[in-house]
Nanobody, 115 residues
Framework: QVQLVESGGDLVQPGGSLRLSCAASGFTFSNYVMRWHRQAPGKERELVASISRLGGSPNYADSVKGRFTIFRDNAKNTAYLQMNSLKPEDTAVYYC????????WGQGTQVTVSS
């Protein structure tokens, strides 16, 4: 059974940090490009970051460049999104996504940035 389970979402003050995790099971994790997306209330889903199968070539949306870092540990079948200098506009549900021959999605984790 394929699963992507996100965790790490929380309520944090502006300027704070969070690390999201995405634990994968049921497929060959290292064969898949991993992506993080987010969706804020009333807005379309946005691609935030992506990383290649072996952990290279990270790409970021302009809105998070320099603040967020995507990385993965293929030995642990887990992808991560380190988020620093968080802003209220980062508030959203964050989803991880594995893409290759198939397209898998997690259920999402809520990140709220507010004072």
């Amino acid at each position: 059974q394929v699963q992507l389970v996100e965790s790490g979402g929380d309520l944090v003050q502006p300027g704070g940090s969070l690390r999201l995790s995405c634990a994968a099971s049921g497929f060959t994790f290292s064969n898949y490009v991993m992506r993080w997306h987010r969706q804020a209330p009333g807005k379309e889903r946005e691609l935030v970051a992506s990383i290649s199968r072996l952990g290279g070539s990270p790409n970021y949306a302009d809105s998070v460049k320099g603040r967020f870092t995507i990385f993965r540990d293929n030995a642990k079948n887990t992808a991560y999104l380190q988020m620093n200098s968080l802003k209220p506009e980062d508030t959203a549900v964050y989803y991880c996504n594995a893409i290759s021959t198939h397209d898998y999605w997690g259920q999402g984790t809520q990140v709220t940035v507010s004072s």
